[in-house]
């Protein structure tokens, strides 16, 4: 027992010890003992009889039986109770007239059945006549309480004036309180009634027994003993129903939300694995300390343990199987020898321990939610693996970047990655590729699996070599093995997969033609960059050339200039850069078509690697831009060669079939160290100084000795952005998204804007200046907290979603928390927010961006890949990151009328998202044959030119809400 508890006893005995030493000496008037008594007694039965009903206006849903059973007991000692009350205090001459005998008896009745109802309470077993006994109780109480109440002069006096109280009544008052006491030590040994609980029943009964006790010593009339006990009964029905309420129900209820929140913060953290056919999940202290212990989970019809959930470790005690099935089968609930309790579902044994107190029904509810979490989860585990052999076919149709990475463009490599994956996934007994020239009639590779070489010999290679050569199909199966054959040129290639003790089935064989053809497309690009010498690698070509034009991308470009500041900073050296831009580019992506602006493209990148020396680093630097590292040339030799690129570049229209197309560039030159001391501070200066360029009008040359503003344009950007922030002005513009089922308005896209100089300047044009200084994260929340405000005004309209973009350095639990508040404040539905990643950045933290994504998904908000496509292992991370909508990459989009293959991809893409419940949407659609394309590839939404242009919200209000 705690201090405080010990503190209560000792008061109970000095107090009582206080009230025996006093109560000759201080006798109160008439009056004073009358209103004394009324004002202890009255509250005292109203309280004693909302202690009992309270549990049964509850019921047994939500405390114990034990605790039901006793208050079900208690009922009949409020009878007596009622008419001492009525008598005493309200109607003294209630039936008959009043007198203390006949309230005396009534008070001993009272007692004696209250005692009895804790008794019989605290040794009830359930189903043992509850019913029966409380009537017994009840009837008995009921003709007692008539009896005294009518007849009370024949009974014994309790009280003789001048003497006291009569032995009778001392003996009865002493057995009374005798017995409380029992009981009180008897629960609090037994347990009867828990540890804690159990406590403040025992300090009840305590202070009831001294409230019993004290009438033996009772001299006169007016005695404040009588005060005296109605004060200790009050304290007793006040620690038994804080017991009761408290600590049996408020605490168990708060225990339990705090450990559902816990509980589920974890199960969606664990990592299952599976070991041996058995799933494992280890769900940390939080389980270990919770109301399940541990959680297993066996198939009936096998008797196979199937999933072990624990906490911080295995226990060998928790693996052992049940010795005795019978009973577990015929009983279907129960408690085993060992303490663990299992009850039956849905063909699964459910097999726990738990030191909980599971008479609880709260804990027991709590428990059975748990179990009903953990049994969903196993079975949503078990379909997946289940369906897995045929989501991992599809990543082996899909995932063949990936190996392109791995393979380092070494086809030999490559192949045989792939038809490892196919043995496992098919699965086949071993596989073999083959790429044969036709004109040399020879085998020029063949690549074996793993397990062919483990299985088979070179002979055996040879001779299905020759038989599936020899057969005029080019896909179909004989014997024990299946082949499928392309053509490309003088090429021929092939695969072929064996299977010794099972035929091949029709699905079996879709697939197999599918994987195939994935291999022969790709070994047929990998043939062609092993070709080119300047690319010996494939990963190194695809990550740092444009694949239009064959030049240098952006960040392969950026690194070079990296590279050359190193070089200048040990060397003295300068050099310069020249950033190209061609005028009006998309005039002629409207009059002629993106086609012919791409193939422009090609034609202008040729003319630029024709004109430069071997060491001039040209790049493609976005859509009509282009960019030249000048290594060791000053700004004035750089300004040179900046006009013969003019020239070579504009003198002659491009000739593309009977079109003769004109051509005019801008240029700009920044020089390091003289423009900037980092590869950004010069890339940043020269779009500047292109933006100025541009607002001059056509074929301008322009060098920072030229411009107005020189690199300060660059600090009057940072100042504008910081000024944005200072201001709140950042402006949202809003671009329709389509539904293409019903071509309704899905939602928006929202894209930032700042003013600067007396125009919006967009996203592009300013966010490496904003993440140079660190303010990246400042103006997307206060874009964010702008278009949770302006929600409202679509919200009464019509359903809308609103899809905003954010950079993955943002993935951080502060930023989650900010966007939480932002909500909450706007009382936005977070299921109509999807927040857009970009694929390529997301990939570079991706376990951190998977935890934001699922942390945020769980208050309700979506996410989207951006560019999706744009990445080389796609589908790899596709697998990890839980998200509602694919953004396919716009480049991909706008090739579709002219490029089976990018169809191809489309399509596989369309498929996949579709098979995994993932929506996708195209962007760049900026014209009729795109979207019609979009449209039969059963693509879900769309954007772009032709649906709609980013604008203003004002523009977008007039649009729909006016319309409306």
């Known amino acids: 027992m705690s201090y405080k508890g010990k503190l209560l006893l000792a008061f109970g005995l000095l107090s009582a010890l206080f009230v025996l030493l006093i109560h000759d000496t201080v006798v109160p008037s008439p009056s004073t003992f009358s209103y004394l008594i009324a004002i202890t007694r009255i509250p005292t039965f109203f309280l004693f009889a909302g202690t009992v009903l309270a549990p049964l206006l509850v019921g047994r849903l939500i405390i114990k039986s034990k605790f039901y059973y006793t208050a079900l007991f208690l009922v009949p000692s409020l009878i007596p109770q009622a008419f001492h009350i009525l008598s005493f205090s309200f109607f003294p001459d209630f039936i008959t007239p009043n007198h203390r005998d006949k309230v005396s008896w009534l008070h001993i009745t009272f007692v004696a059945y209250a005692l009895l109802g804790i008794t019989l309470g605290m040794l009830h077993e359930n189903g043992r006549f509850p019913y029966l006994k409380f009537f017994a109780l009840l009837l008995s109480s009921l003709a007692i309480s008539f009896f005294i109440v009518l007849y009370y002069p024949l009974l014994p006096k309790t009280y003789i004036e001048g003497v006291g109280s009569t032995t009778i009544s001392d003996v009865l008052w002493a057995g009374l309180a005798l017995w409380g006491f029992l009981l009180a030590y008897f629960i609090v040994k037994k347990k009867a009634y828990g540890d804690r609980v159990g406590v403040y029943l025992a300090l009840g009964l305590f202070f009831y027994s001294i409230g019993s006790a004290l009438p033996i010593f009772y001299t006169h009339f007016r005695d404040i003993i009588w005060i005296a ?43 299952p694995k599976w070991e041996g056919g058995v799933l494992k999940v280890a769900l940390g202290k939080v389980f270990e300390k919770s109301f399940i212990d541990s959680l297993c989970i066996y198939d009936l019809s096998t008797k196979e343990l199937k999933a072990y959930f624990y906490g911080l470790k295995e226990r060998e005690e928790d693996l052992k199987p049940p010795k005795d099935w019978n009973r577990i089968l015929e009983e279907g609930m129960g408690i085993l020898e060992d303490g663990r309790y299992f009850h039956v579902r849905e063909g699964y044994l459910i097999l726990g321990r738990s030191s909980a107190d599971l008479e609880n029904p709260l804990i027991n509810i709590h428990t059975r939610n748990i179990e009903n979490l953990l049994f969903l989860y196993f079975l949503q585990h078990k379909n997946f693996k289940e369906k897995s052999r045929e989501i991992q076919r599809l990543y082996t149709m899909l995932e063949t970047s990936e190996y392109v990475v791995q393979a380092y463009n070494n086809i030999d490599t490559f192949s045989k990655q792939v038809l490892d994956r196919l043995d496992h996934v098919l699965p086949v007994d071993g596989s073999l590729f083959y790429m044969s020239d036709r004109n040399a009639e020879s085998i020029e590779r063949l690549t074996l699996s793993s397990l062919f070489i483990k299985n088979f010999t070179e002979e055996d290679a040879k001779l299905l070599l020759a038989e599936v050569q020899a057969n005029p199909n080019t896909l179909g199966t004989k ?15 092939g695969v072929v997969g064996v299977r010794l003790n099972e035929p091949f089935g029709k699905d079996d064989l879709v697939f197999f033609k599918t994987v195939s053809n994935q291999l022969f497309h790709i070994v047929r690009l990998m043939k062609v960059i092993e070709d080119l010498e300047s690319a010996q690698l494939s990963v190194k070509f695809l990550s740092e ?65 024709r004109s430069l020396r071997r060491m001039d680093i040209p790049a493609r630097f976005g859509g009509d831009e282009f960019v030249v590292l000048l290594p060791d040339l000053p700004r004035d030799t750089a300004r040179a060669v900046a006009k013969r690129l003019i020239n070579i570049l504009s003198s002659k229209p491009v000739k593309i079939e009977d079109k003769e197309i004109p051509i005019s560039v801008s240029v700009v030159i920044v020089s390091y160290p003289q423009d900037g001391t980092s590869e950004e501070e010069l890339i940043t200066y020269a779009e500047y100084l292109m933006w100025e360029a541009k607002k001059k009008g056509k074929g301008i040359i322009l060098s920072s000795e030229e411009s107005t503003h020189k690199f300060s344009v660059v600090k009057e950007l940072e100042r504008s952005i910081m000024e944005s922030l200072e201001k709140s002005s950042v402006v949202p513009f809003y671009q329709e998204i389509i539904d293409l089922k019903d071509m309704s308005l899905f939602g928006f896209e929202v894209l930032m804007r700042i003013r600067f100089n007396g125009r919006f300047l967009s996203a592009g044009e300013f966010v490496n200046v904003a993440e140079r200084i660190g303010a990246m994260q400042k103006l997307d929340l206060l874009l964010i907290e702008k278009v949770f405000e302006n929600y ?75 560019d999706f496509g744009s990445g080389y292992s796609s589908f790899y991370y596709l697998k990890y990151l839980p998200v509602d909508f694919l ?16 169809r191809v991809f489309i399509e ?29 590839l059963g693509i879900d939404y769309a954007q772009g030119y032709y649906l709609g242009k980013p604008e203003p919200l004002e523009e977008k209000l007039k649009k729909y809400v006016s319309k409306e």
């Open 545 to 609: 050339y444009d694949p239009l034009t064959m030049l240098y991308n952006r960040r392969t470009f950026e690194r070079y200039v990296r590279d050359n500041i190193e070089k200048s900073l040990k060397t003295g050296s300068m050099f310069s850069i020249v950033l190209i831009d061609i005028d009006d580019f998309k005039l002629i992506n409207d009059v002629y078509g993106h086609q012919t602006a791409d193939m422009v493209l090609k034609e202008l990148s040729e003319r630029l690697k």
């Open 229 to 271: 006990v109605s004060f200790y009964r009050a304290l007793a029905y006040l620690l038994i129903a804080y017991g009761v309420v408290k600590v049996e129900i408020v605490d168990v209820g708060k225990k339990i939300a705090i450990h559902s929140r816990a509980f589920l913060s974890s199960l969606a953290k664990a990592v």
């Open 908 to 936: 596989g893409i369309v498929n996949v998202a579709k098979k995994m419940g993932i929506k996708t949407i195209a962007e760049f659609v900026e014209d009729e044959e795109v979207f019609e394309v979009v449209k039969d």
């Open 792 to 866: 409202k005004l679509f919200e009464n309209k019509f359903p809308l979603f609103i899809f905003i973009n954010m950079v993955p350095e943002n993935a951080t639990e502060e930023f989650a928390e900010k966007v939480r508040a932002l909500a909450d404040k706007y009382s936005v539905p977070t299921t109509n927010i999807i927040f857009e990643i970009t694929e390529r950045k997301a990939i570079e933290d991706i376990m951190r961006v998977v935890s934001f994504v699922r942390e945020l998904k769980d208050d309700g908000f979506r996410f989207a890949i951006d």
């Open 887 to 902: 953004k396919i990459e716009g480049e991909f989009i706008k090739t579709l009328p002219n490029s089976p293959t990018d």
């Open 479 to 493: 014997d024990n093995f299946c082949f499928a054959k392309f053509e490309h040129g003088q090429y021929q290639a």
